[in-house]
Protein backbone atom coordinates (compact mmCIF):
# COMPACT_ATOMS: atom_id res chain seq x y z
CA UNK A 1 0.00 0.00 0.00
CA UNK A 2 1.29 3.31 -0.91
CA UNK A 3 1.92 5.27 2.15
CA UNK A 4 0.35 8.71 1.13
CA UNK A 5 -2.80 6.85 0.34
CA UNK A 6 -4.17 6.69 3.85
CA UNK A 7 -7.57 6.51 3.43
CA UNK A 8 -9.49 4.53 6.01
CA UNK A 9 -7.30 4.90 8.65
CA UNK A 10 -8.94 6.37 11.77
CA UNK A 11 -6.54 8.74 12.70
CA UNK A 12 -8.71 10.81 15.39
CA UNK A 13 -9.45 9.91 18.99
CA UNK A 14 -12.86 9.35 18.51
CA UNK A 15 -16.46 9.43 20.65
CA UNK A 16 -19.20 8.05 19.19
CA UNK A 17 -22.83 8.88 20.95
CA UNK A 18 -25.36 6.26 20.11
CA UNK A 19 -27.94 8.32 18.15
CA UNK A 20 -30.71 7.71 16.20
CA UNK A 21 -29.56 8.29 12.57
CA UNK A 22 -30.26 11.17 10.46
CA UNK A 23 -33.06 11.23 8.20
CA UNK A 24 -33.15 10.52 4.76
CA UNK A 25 -34.18 14.28 3.96
CA UNK A 26 -31.12 15.58 5.17
CA UNK A 27 -28.87 13.49 3.39
CA UNK A 28 -30.95 13.11 0.44
CA UNK A 29 -28.63 15.70 -1.70
CA UNK A 30 -25.07 13.77 -0.46
CA UNK A 31 -26.74 10.42 -1.43
CA UNK A 32 -27.75 11.60 -5.59
CA UNK A 33 -24.20 12.56 -5.59
CA UNK A 34 -22.47 10.34 -4.33
CA UNK A 35 -24.52 7.59 -6.38
CA UNK A 36 -23.12 9.41 -9.61
CA UNK A 37 -19.79 9.38 -7.77
CA UNK A 38 -19.36 5.63 -6.96
CA UNK A 39 -21.25 4.85 -10.93
CA UNK A 40 -18.22 6.94 -12.47
CA UNK A 41 -15.34 5.22 -9.79
CA UNK A 42 -14.97 8.41 -7.61
CA UNK A 43 -16.22 6.96 -4.60
CA UNK A 44 -15.50 3.13 -4.04
CA UNK A 45 -12.84 0.60 -2.39
CA UNK A 46 -9.49 0.08 -3.75
CA UNK A 47 -9.51 -4.12 -4.93
CA UNK A 48 -6.31 -4.80 -3.52
CA UNK A 49 -6.17 -3.42 0.20
CA UNK A 50 -10.20 -3.11 0.92
CA UNK A 51 -9.88 0.42 1.65
CA UNK A 52 -12.84 2.77 0.80
CA UNK A 53 -12.76 6.23 -0.46
CA UNK A 54 -14.46 8.78 -1.32
CA UNK A 55 -16.91 11.19 1.97
CA UNK A 56 -19.10 13.72 1.41
CA UNK A 57 -20.81 15.70 3.99
CA UNK A 58 -23.03 18.88 4.53
CA UNK A 59 -23.25 21.25 6.99
CA UNK A 60 -26.00 21.90 9.22
CA UNK A 61 -25.10 24.28 11.60
CA UNK A 62 -21.97 26.29 12.31
CA UNK A 63 -19.74 23.32 13.75
CA UNK A 64 -22.46 20.35 13.10
CA UNK A 65 -22.44 18.67 9.78
CA UNK A 66 -23.51 15.13 8.39
CA UNK A 67 -21.16 12.88 6.69
CA UNK A 68 -20.77 9.54 5.19
CA UNK A 69 -19.48 6.81 7.62
CA UNK A 70 -16.31 5.26 7.94
CA UNK A 71 -15.74 2.14 5.55
CA UNK A 72 -18.85 2.74 3.29
CA UNK A 73 -16.73 2.69 -0.03
CA UNK A 74 -18.06 -0.62 -1.17
CA UNK A 75 -21.22 0.54 -1.04
CA UNK A 76 -23.56 1.43 -4.26
CA UNK A 77 -25.91 3.32 -2.57
CA UNK A 78 -26.37 4.22 1.28
CA UNK A 79 -28.92 4.11 3.82
CA UNK A 80 -29.56 7.28 6.14
CA UNK A 81 -28.00 5.02 8.78
CA UNK A 82 -24.81 5.14 7.02
CA UNK A 83 -24.71 8.95 7.68
CA UNK A 84 -23.06 10.43 11.06
CA UNK A 85 -23.27 13.23 12.71
CA UNK A 86 -20.25 14.88 13.71
CA UNK A 87 -21.06 17.24 16.66
CA UNK A 88 -17.48 18.80 17.83
CA UNK A 89 -14.16 18.56 17.14
CA UNK A 90 -10.72 19.86 18.07
CA UNK A 91 -7.90 20.03 15.51
CA UNK A 92 -5.01 20.62 18.11
CA UNK A 93 -6.31 17.54 19.85
CA UNK A 94 -7.46 15.47 16.64
CA UNK A 95 -10.75 14.84 18.44
CA UNK A 96 -13.74 14.18 17.15
CA UNK A 97 -17.44 14.14 18.92
CA UNK A 98 -20.09 12.47 16.61
CA UNK A 99 -23.77 11.06 16.92
CA UNK A 100 -25.11 8.16 15.13
CA UNK A 101 -24.69 4.49 14.47
CA UNK A 102 -21.66 4.19 12.42
CA UNK A 103 -17.91 6.12 12.88
CA UNK A 104 -17.40 9.16 10.66
CA UNK A 105 -15.52 9.23 8.02
CA UNK A 106 -11.93 9.06 8.71
CA UNK A 107 -11.34 12.35 6.97
CA UNK A 108 -13.96 14.20 8.88
CA UNK A 109 -11.26 16.31 10.78
CA UNK A 110 -10.07 17.93 7.26
CA UNK A 111 -14.10 18.60 6.57
CA UNK A 112 -14.42 20.11 9.52
CA UNK A 113 -11.31 22.48 8.86
CA UNK A 114 -12.95 23.38 5.42
CA UNK A 115 -16.14 24.09 7.07
CA UNK A 116 -14.51 26.64 9.79
CA UNK A 117 -12.14 28.08 7.09
CA UNK A 118 -15.31 29.55 5.38
CA UNK A 119 -18.98 29.59 6.80
CA UNK A 120 -20.93 30.11 3.50
CA UNK A 121 -19.35 26.89 2.26
CA UNK A 122 -22.39 24.35 2.86
CA UNK A 123 -21.15 21.04 0.76
CA UNK A 124 -17.93 19.39 0.73
CA UNK A 125 -17.10 16.13 -1.82
CA UNK A 126 -13.82 14.21 -1.40
CA UNK A 127 -13.43 12.09 -4.20
CA UNK A 128 -10.41 10.28 -5.42
CA UNK A 129 -9.65 9.36 -9.26
CA UNK A 130 -6.37 9.22 -10.63
CA UNK A 131 -6.62 11.14 -13.85
CA UNK A 132 -7.78 13.83 -12.31
CA UNK A 133 -6.14 14.10 -9.57
CA UNK A 134 -2.85 14.49 -11.97
CA UNK A 135 -4.64 17.06 -14.19
CA UNK A 136 -5.20 19.18 -11.02
CA UNK A 137 -1.59 18.47 -9.89
CA UNK A 138 -0.37 19.61 -13.35
CA UNK A 139 -2.15 22.94 -12.48
CA UNK A 140 -2.71 25.67 -12.35
CA UNK A 141 -5.64 24.68 -9.85
CA UNK A 142 -6.21 25.48 -6.16
CA UNK A 143 -3.64 22.75 -3.93
CA UNK A 144 -3.08 21.91 -0.27
CA UNK A 145 0.96 21.29 -0.46
CA UNK A 146 2.44 17.69 -0.22
CA UNK A 147 4.09 18.68 3.27
CA UNK A 148 0.69 19.49 4.99
CA UNK A 149 -1.18 16.40 6.99
CA UNK A 150 -4.59 16.10 6.68
CA UNK A 151 -7.02 16.87 9.49
CA UNK A 152 -4.36 19.07 11.29
CA UNK A 153 -4.09 23.11 13.07
CA UNK A 154 -1.61 23.13 9.74
CA UNK A 155 -4.03 21.98 7.41
CA UNK A 156 -6.87 24.13 8.81
CA UNK A 157 -4.50 27.33 8.51
CA UNK A 158 -4.09 26.21 4.34
CA UNK A 159 -7.92 25.56 4.24
CA UNK A 160 -8.40 29.12 5.61
CA UNK A 161 -5.87 30.81 2.94
CA UNK A 162 -7.35 28.85 -0.22
CA UNK A 163 -10.76 29.41 0.96
CA UNK A 164 -11.57 32.17 3.06
CA UNK A 165 -13.35 34.38 0.01
CA UNK A 166 -14.34 31.38 -1.88
CA UNK A 167 -17.77 29.65 -1.45
CA UNK A 168 -17.46 27.07 -4.07
CA UNK A 169 -14.45 25.51 -6.16
CA UNK A 170 -12.14 22.57 -6.11
CA UNK A 171 -8.50 21.89 -4.92
CA UNK A 172 -5.99 19.09 -4.92
CA UNK A 173 -4.61 17.56 -1.91
CA UNK A 174 -0.95 17.09 -3.12
CA UNK A 175 0.05 14.40 -0.46
CA UNK A 176 -3.12 12.40 -0.13
CA UNK A 177 -2.50 10.59 -3.17
CA UNK A 178 -5.72 10.64 -5.90
CA UNK A 179 -7.85 12.87 -3.62
CA UNK A 180 -9.49 16.11 -4.64
CA UNK A 181 -11.90 17.90 -2.94
CA UNK A 182 -14.78 20.08 -3.95
CA UNK A 183 -16.90 22.45 -1.50
CA UNK A 184 -19.71 24.68 -2.66
CA UNK A 185 -22.71 26.61 -0.68
CA UNK A 186 -24.98 23.98 -2.74
CA UNK A 187 -24.71 20.03 -3.36
CA UNK A 188 -25.29 21.10 -7.34
CA UNK A 189 -22.63 23.64 -7.04
CA UNK A 190 -19.90 21.07 -5.33
CA UNK A 191 -20.65 18.33 -7.64
CA UNK A 192 -20.61 20.27 -10.98
CA UNK A 193 -16.88 21.11 -9.82
CA UNK A 194 -15.95 17.61 -9.85
CA UNK A 195 -18.06 16.58 -13.03
CA UNK A 196 -16.92 19.59 -15.17
CA UNK A 197 -13.74 18.35 -14.83
CA UNK A 198 -14.63 14.84 -15.29
CA UNK A 199 -16.05 15.93 -18.47
CA UNK A 200 -13.32 17.37 -19.76
CA UNK A 201 -10.60 14.77 -19.28
CA UNK A 202 -13.61 12.42 -20.41
CA UNK A 203 -12.79 14.62 -23.61
CA UNK A 204 -9.31 14.58 -23.46
CA UNK A 205 -9.26 10.56 -23.77
ZN1 LIG B 1 -9.09 10.60 0.59
Sequence with gaps: MNNKRDEGVIKFKLTLKRAPAPEMYQVIALEK???LFFKLGLVG????????????????TKKNFL???SQTGHLAHLHAHHYTKVIDCDLKKGSITAEGLVPPSSESLTHYGIYEANPSIQYIFHVHHRPLWDMLMSGPFDYIDESIAYGTPQMAEAAFELLANKSSGIFVMKGHEDGVISYGSTAEEAGKNILDLYRKLAIRQ
Excluded: H
Excluded at 45 to 59: A, V
Design 33 to 35: WRA
Design 67 to 69: ITG
Design 45 to 60: EYPIDKIGYGNLSCRL
